[in-house]
């Protein structure tokens, strides 16, 4: 990786339901600014999502083909599932343009990329209480119950994660935890 990498790239990761896409998606809508990495995966687009805007959904072939090429920066297996991973290119090539560049990502995928580009910035998106991701995750109604609950338990694993992380915001709020985000990679926030 190039050094600069380290100078345009902050890492978003957090528990299931936490709200990063939630976050993320405003940043997108509010901050034109903030380059926000677009993810591979090999799960089914849920309904409104769009390949290429929201996700590159690949199927398990062209996944492992580009596991193969080294095209990611990181990859995993999230939820005993599905996979996801970042393409090293269009990362690489949005940082050389002189983006700030923003990666939502599990914390698996953190991690490898903790240890590729360790100067990067590292946010954990903590839920405002246990409660509360609870709710969020089945007011999603997107999962089955066991899914639910299979999601439930990574979240208890993924929240000791957090002392891993060089900041914590605590998502009680989108506008704000987003505002907070941004201001922490360097940029102004926007007024209201």
């Given at each position: 990786m190039p050094d600069q990498l380290h100078t345009g790239l902050t890492v978003l990761a957090g528990p299931t339901a936490v709200g990063k896409g939630t976050v993320s998606t405003y940043i997108r809508d509010n901050y034109p600014q903030v380059w926000l990495s677009v993810s591979a995966t090999t799960r089914q687009p849920r309904?409104?999502?769009?390949?290429?805007?929201?996700?590159?959904?690949?199927?398990?072939?062209?996944?492992?083909?580009?596991?193969?090429?080294?095209?990611?920066?990181?990859?995993?297996?999230?939820?005993?599932?599905?996979?996801?991973?970042?393409?090293?290119?269009?990362?690489?090539?949005?940082?050389?343009?002189?983006?700030?560049?923003?990666?939502?990502?599990?914390?698996?995928?953190?991690?490898?990329?903790?240890?590729?580009?360790?100067?990067?910035?590292?946010?954990?998106?903590?839920?405002?209480?246990?409660d509360e991701l609870v709710r969020r995750l089945i007011g999603r109604g997107t999962e089955s119950a066991d899914e639910q609950q299979r999601r439930l338990e990574t979240a208890k694993m993924e929240l000791a994660a957090e002392p891993e992380f060089d900041h914590t915001i605590v998502n009680d709020s989108v506008h704000r935890a987003a505002d907070e985000l941004v201001s922490l990679m360097g940029l102004a926030a926007n007024p209201r």
């Open positions: 309904p409104g999502e769009v390949d290429g805007v929201h996700y590159f959904f690949k199927t398990a072939e062209e996944f492992d083909q580009l596991i193969n090429e080294g095209a990611f920066l990181e990859w995993a297996v999230v939820h005993g599932q599905n996979r996801y991973g970042t393409l090293r290119s269009t990362v690489q090539d949005a940082v050389a343009a002189g983006k700030s560049v923003l990666l939502e990502i599990d914390l698996q995928g953190a991690r490898q990329v903790k240890a590729a580009v360790p100067e990067a910035r590292f946010v954990f998106l903590a839920p405002p209480s246990w």
